[in-house]
Nanobody, 114 residues
Framework: QVQLVESGGGLVQAGGSLRLSCAAS????????MGWYRQAPGKQRELVAT???????NYANSVKGRFTISRDNAKNTVYLEMNSLKPEETSVYYC????????WGQGTQVTVSS
């Protein structure tokens, strides 16, 4: 089992920045990927960004150039630096960890005011 604990959500004005963190604990495999998804009310959960244990990244087109995903393998922690946030990006942001199973965090609310 793997447990994920997210932090860093909150309220920010449009154009502002936030940094999310997600710490994984439990049965962590060396080969894995971690990432972030988000889900706005009434919408499907969507990919934001992922990163492999080797540091390969993948971003949704809508966040490229504004968001940066990174990780500290020694701490089993993934980060999401979000800049130039938009009101439409108000969502619950979920951390995910995947090896041969997929795990989700409880989610952290990000609210971007206009």
């Amino acid at each position: 089992q793997v447990q994920l604990v997210e932090s860093g959500g909150g309220l920010v004005q449009a154009g502002g920045s936030l940094r999310l963190s997600c710490a994984a604990s439990g049965s962590i495999f060396s080969f894995n990927f971690m990432g972030w998804y988000r889900q706005a009310p009434g919408k499907q959960r969507e990919l934001v960004a992922t990163i492999t244990d080797g540091g390969m990244t993948n971003y949704a087109n809508s966040v490229k150039g504004r968001f940066t995903i990174s990780r500290d393998n020694a701490k089993n922690t993934v980060y999401l630096e979000m800049n130039s946030l938009k009101p439409e990006e108000t969502s619950v942001y979920y951390c995910t960890y995947r090896d041969y199973k997929n795990y989700w965090g409880q989610g952290t609310q990000v609210t971007v005011s206009s």
